[in-house]
């Protein structure tokens, strides 16, 4: 080989070696089942935000004539993609529809959880002293109670509507946002952040509101996201056993519960919703952990 053939044979190497190098920090920055997982996220968040568009029919429409229809990966026709259930409904605008329910439920409980117990959180780690001795209270008991027991007896006695069953929902993992937020405020109290803004005459609204909870927001996502999947299937198991989202509205969970009693004859009717439910919590719950390795600083 030539001098100058080796010489620029050396540059095209480095720009090779440079490249892989490259290709392997962003494959270690967002891993391929990161991708794959924010995607579906995406994918679900159009479906629920333009449900009513993307529904090829009405879900609650009958079609006595095309009942238990199989979808086309079976046999069916493409009239009804994904086949029809018991009453000939499309069970693809069921689906869309219920994908909406499900995660618009989930949201809102995630929400009130988060808010409820960040608040306390920060109250019982401002106040100290009877206050978090109640909180910690709180906390002990709704931790030693089966969440599952409380939400079967409140809608047995108080009876069922979309609100109050969100509301029921958003009681649920509150304590872990409480503990948190109260461990980092106690420490963001002890740091000289905090004790510098307080000697600078700052209030607790704006101590808490515009430096701690800035700093402590990355932990608290990340329990949001580990907490959004959990109320999705607690709310998809008490649709399947009747006390959850009652027709004529319609969620993943009542997909399912009616779908068991024709698992034999149409099983499309059932497992179509239970994929989705299984995808869409191992997303989440992928994404969790990437925002933890992420943001989490004692794991680097």
């Given at each position: 080989m030539?001098?100058?053939d080796?010489?620029?044979?050396?540059?095209?190497?480095?720009?090779?070696?440079e490249?892989?190098?490259r290709l392997?920090r962003?494959?270690?920055?967002w891993?391929p089942?990161?991708?794959?997982?924010?995607?579906?996220?995406?994918t679900m968040?159009?479906?629920?935000?333009f449900?009513?568009s993307?529904?090829?029919?009405?879900?609650?429409?009958?079609?006595?004539?095309g009942?238990l229809?199989p979808?086309v990966?079976?046999g069916?026709?493409w009239?009804?993609?994904?086949?029809?259930?018991?009453?000939g409904r499309?069970v693809?605008?069921?689906?869309?529809?219920?994908i909406?329910?499900?995660?618009l439920?989930a949201?809102?409980?995630?929400?009130?959880s988060?808010v409820?117990?960040?608040?306390?959180?920060?109250?019982?780690a401002?106040?100290?002293g009877?206050?978090?001795?109640?909180?910690?209270?709180?906390?002990?008991?709704?931790a030693?109670?089966?969440?599952l027991?409380i939400?079967?007896s409140v809608?047995a006695f108080l009876?069922n509507s979309l609100p109050?069953?969100?509301?029921l929902?958003?009681f649920?993992?509150?304590?872990?946002y409480?503990?948190?937020?109260r461990g980092?405020?106690?420490?963001?109290?002890?740091?000289?952040?905090?004790s510098?803004?307080?000697?600078?005459?700052?209030?607790?609204?704006?101590i808490?509101g515009?430096?701690?909870?800035p700093?402590?927001?990355s932990?608290l996502?990340?329990t949001?996201?580990?907490?959004?999947?959990?109320?999705i299937?607690?709310?998809?198991?008490?649709?399947?056993?009747g006390?959850?989202?009652q027709?004529?509205l319609?969620?993943?969970?009542n997909?399912?519960?009616?779908?068991?009693?024709?698992?034999?004859?149409a099983p499309w009717i059932?497992l179509t919703?239970?994929?989705?439910?299984?995808l869409?919590?191992l997303?989440?719950s992928l994404?969790?952990?990437?925002?933890r390795d992420?943001?989490?600083?004692?794991?680097?």
């Amino acid at each position: 080989m030539a001098p100058q053939d080796a010489a620029a044979a050396v540059p095209s190497a480095a720009a090779a070696v440079e490249e892989r190098g490259r290709l392997a920090r962003a494959l270690e920055a967002w891993p391929p089942g990161v991708l794959l997982a924010l995607a579906w996220i995406a994918t679900m968040l159009v479906v629920a935000l333009f449900a009513d568009s993307l529904a090829p029919y009405s879900f609650t429409a009958l079609d006595l004539r095309g009942r238990l229809l199989p979808p086309v990966f079976m046999g069916g026709s493409w009239t009804h993609l994904l086949g029809s259930d018991e009453l000939g409904r499309d069970v693809l605008s069921r689906l869309i529809v219920s994908i909406r329910m499900s995660v618009l439920i989930a949201f809102g409980a995630t929400v009130i959880s988060a808010v409820l117990g960040t608040t306390l959180g920060l109250l019982a780690a401002h106040f100290r002293g009877r206050v978090e001795q109640v909180v910690l209270a709180l906390v002990d008991f709704q931790a030693s109670m089966p969440f599952l027991i409380i939400a079967l007896s409140v809608l047995a006695f108080l009876g069922n509507s979309l609100p109050l069953f969100v509301a029921l929902m958003g009681f649920h993992g509150w304590e872990r946002y409480a503990r948190i937020a109260r461990g980092l405020t106690i420490a963001a109290n002890e740091q000289g952040y905090a004790s510098a803004v307080r000697q600078l005459g700052a209030g607790p609204a704006r101590i808490y509101g515009v430096h701690v909870l800035p700093n402590i927001a990355s932990t608290l996502i990340v329990t949001a996201t580990l907490t959004f999947p959990e109320i999705i299937l607690l709310e998809s198991g008490l649709s399947f056993l009747g006390l959850g989202v009652q027709p004529p509205l319609t969620s993943l969970g009542n997909m399912v519960g009616y779908g068991r009693e024709y698992l034999t004859r149409a099983p499309w009717i059932m497992l179509t919703p239970s994929a989705t439910i299984v995808l869409t919590t191992l997303s989440i719950s992928l994404v969790g952990d990437w925002l933890r390795d992420r943001l989490d600083p004692t794991l680097r």
